[in-house]
């Protein structure tokens, strides 16, 4: 675990965030689901937040954002550079699974909707990450109606990747979580 940050802590006070819970996940590895995923602010927020409660927080964000003048500020920031012209996302997911088997600790935020836009069907690729690596998945919040910021619960996966998602997301149907542009977000598959 990282010092606190009282310098993203003041930030979010600023933009008029409040923090929910106020501890990184206890396990040196696990991923940290980013939801609803509906702004490129999404991301600020959820770093302030990790870095003001002690966590030291990774992203995987598209290649093409990795020039110049941002990449520097980018791996700075945890931001790991993905590929995703591959269909498929197995060589994404191999790539990711070494990365948790390379470190001894590694924290990773993931959106497992894929876009910033309004989606039905989450991608499986967390689950599958997670799975291989042996690491829990949290549920990671920004609620814009609340203002607040938090990690919530560990889900432990079952193997049926359909029935876990379907579970994570009445999680965030029950927990009530608005994001930025409200009609971007589907809490659960009809």
């Known amino acids: 675990m990282e010092k606190k940050s009282k310098t993203a802590a003041f930030f979010l006070k600023i933009l ?12 040196p590895k696990v991923i940290i689901l ?25 992203i995987m964000v598209k290649q093409e954002f ?19 012209s591959i269909k498929g996302g197995a060589a994404l997911i191999k790539a990711t699974v070494n990365e948790f088997n390379s470190r001894e600790t590694f924290h990773v935020c993931i959106s497992p909707e894929g876009t ?3 989606v039905n069907r ?15 998945v949290y549920t990671g919040y920004f609620d814009f109606k609340t203002r607040t910021i938090g990690r919530g619960e560990s889900f432990p996966l ?5 029935a876990d ?26």
Not at 16 to 27: L, S, V
Not at 69 to 80: A, D, F, H, N, V
Not at 122 to 136: Q, S
Request: net charge positive; proline share 8%.
């Open 122 to 136: 989450w991608k499986k690729g967390f689950h599958r990450i997670a799975m291989e690596a042996g690491i829990p």
């Open 34 to 58: 980013g939801v609803p995923h509906t702004s490129i602010i999404d991301f600020v927020i959820s770093w302030l937040y990790y870095r003001a409660i002690g966590g030291k927080p990774y």
């Open 66 to 84: 990795f020039r110049w003048p941002i990449k520097r500020l980018l791996k700075s920031m945890g931001g790991i550079p993905v590929d995703r």
């Open 116 to 118: 910033r836009k309004a």
């Open 158 to 162: 079952t193997g049926d990747a359909d």
């Open 16 to 27: 008029r965030w409040k923090i929910g819970e106020d501890t990184p996940a206890p396990e």
């Open 165 to 190: 998602i379907a579970n994570i997301r009445r999680w965030y149907k029950e927990k009530g979580v608005v994001g930025c542009h409200p009609n971007r977000f589907a809490h659960i598959e009809d």
